[in-house]
């Protein structure tokens, strides 16, 4: 409920809003990630330090201070408003995390975790599926190679203007790329409906 509200309270602060330049990038490779990124941490900051930001907040939890079952997610609020942008913290299993963006109870040592469950239908439909679903894979880098890692993002002088079709997308890290669910649903048709009928969630 809580993280509904931070986000919708953003929009009145991106109004005409100047964002700052990205850190450099140390390589040309990387430079369309520490663009986005930095566009991210301006956004992110503009919000976090304006007092209009945490007043919309107050207004729509009244509760925010007092309510019990917030206490949680006072934390979360108090790491967003006083931890350093950018600063991690690396957990005992290696995990990386934003200090800023922890969220209370769900990472702390006391936190009982355990792998994603395993099952033995999902295990032999997965396997099953698993010729088809390389076979299209192949077909689609063959047809649509990934993107060049190296190139600048593409921009759009007009917002309406229509934006080509990218079967891959650009993940977080340079040199990662993805191809989404619904993306695959024009290009793996096949994969989709072995899923589908294999009965996997």
């Known amino acids: 409920r809580g993280l509904m509200i931070v986000a919708a309270c ?48 107050e207004d729509a939890l009244p509760a925010l201070h007092t309510d019990p079952e917030l206490e949680r ?25 934003l200090k800023q963006y922890i969220f209370p109870g769900l990472q702390d040592d006391d936190v009982e975790r355990a792998p994603f469950p395993e099952h ?33 993002p593409p921009v759009y002088a007009d917002e309406d203007e229509d934006v080509p079709e990218e079967v891959w997308n650009r993940a977080a890290w340079f040199g990662w790329q993805f191809l989404s669910l619904r993306d695959a649903k024009r290009h793996m048709p096949r994969t989709i409906c072995a899923l589908r009928d294999g009965g996997l969630p």
Do not use: C, K
């Open 10 to 57: 953003t929009a009145p602060l991106l109004a005409g809003m100047v964002v700052p330049t990205a850190p450099t990038a140390p390589t040309a490779g990387n430079a369309a990630y520490g663009t986005s990124y930095g566009t991210t941490l301006s956004i992110d900051s503009a919000a976090f330090t304006s007092p209009l930001f945490w007043e919309q907040l």
């Open 120 to 152: 033995d239908d999902w295990t032999a439909a997965l396997e099953a599926l698993a010729p088809t679903a390389q076979a299209e894979l192949a077909d689609v880098l063959v047809q649509q190679p990934t993107m060049d890692d190296d190139a600048p």
């Open 73 to 97: 997610f006072r934390g979360f609020v108090h790491n967003l408003r006083t931890e350093a942008p950018g600063e991690t913290v690396v957990l005992a299993n290696g995990q990386e995390l």
